[in-house]
């Protein structure tokens, strides 16, 4: 279709002459457009939540006192124990001691019986000090 027919008017008119066909909004307007941050209020406030971990945290230090509390006395008593039986304990260390040295210098004996000038259970370094076997057994080599 020509411009002529629609005009109903012979050759060309100027632009400023067209009718002026332009979409525009519906009678009444268009609704109106959301564009503010409506976040809801749901859940319970900072100030909540850090009274709740607080308060969570406080009871589970108080928790780990009582319980280093108790872990104290056992150990406590555990060392207490210990310490009753020592004296018992190095008794029975001392009677193995004294048993195995009578054997230790009765082999000694045996074995050094020819030598000339031998004292059996001296001390070969001459320190003045006794000090027992630090492994505990006084022949090892002997199993």
């Not at 939540?49 to 280093?68: D, E, H, P, R």
């Not at 210098?105 to 320190?127: F, Q």
Request: no cysteine.
């Amino acid at each position: 279709m020509t411009e002529a027919m629609i005009r109903k008017k012979a050759g060309m008119a100027s632009v400023k002459d067209m009718p002026v066909l332009q979409d525009g909004p519906p009678p009444g307007g268009f609704a109106p457009i959301r564009f503010a941050r409506r976040i809801p209020n749901k859940g319970p406030s900072a100030m909540a939540i850090f009274l709740a971990t607080f308060g969570a945290f406080s009871w589970g230090m108080y928790q780990v006192g009582k319980g280093n509390k108790i872990r104290r006395a056992l150990k406590e008593e555990k060392y207490a124990a210990r310490r009753a039986i020592i004296p018992m304990l190095q008794a029975e260390e001392d009677e193995r001691f004294v048993s195995e040295w009578k054997k230790y210098l009765e082999e000694e004996a045996r074995i050094m019986k020819d030598v000339p000038g031998w004292k059996v259970g001296e001390n070969v370094y001459h320190s003045g000090r006794w000090m027992p076997p630090a492994t505990g057994e006084l022949r090892p080599d002997i199993w």
